[in-house]
């Protein structure tokens, strides 16, 4: 079994919804194309899901800095505009990264 795939088990088993490769559309085309896109019901989450089993992960640090813009508003406007969320859910991201590389995700991490 991959990593992507151990930690879409672990995620179901925390009882999310899971979507794999979900496509995050921009003006009728994709966009970007996170791992896992999961929705938590009873919290109210939705939860941008990426896997990397990569020792360089500057390009996904980046793109985590930049969550608001690069996913959470594109994928905010397309779940309310296909009736799945409303405007109480919150949106985050979760990593899934080589333990030897944590570290200096968090340290490089915006707040």
Do not use: H
């Not at 941008?48 to 905010?76: I, P, S």
């Amino acid at each position: 079994m991959d990593f992507e795939t151990t930690v879409l088990y672990y995620l179901a088993r925390k009882g999310l919804f899971l979507s794999p490769q979900y496509p995050i559309l921009a003006d009728g085309s994709e966009w970007s194309c996170p791992d896992f896109v999961g929705l938590d019901f009873v919290k109210k989450e939705v939860s941008v899901v990426e896997v990397t089993t990569a020792y360089q992960v500057g390009e996904l640090l980046q793109k985590v800095n930049d969550r608001e813009n690069y996913w959470f508003q594109r994928l905010r406007e397309q779940l309310r505009r296909d009736k799945v969320v409303d405007n109480s859910w919150q949106y985050m991201v979760r990593v899934f990264l080589r333990q030897e590389r944590i570290d200096y995700f968090k340290r490089n991490l915006a707040e």
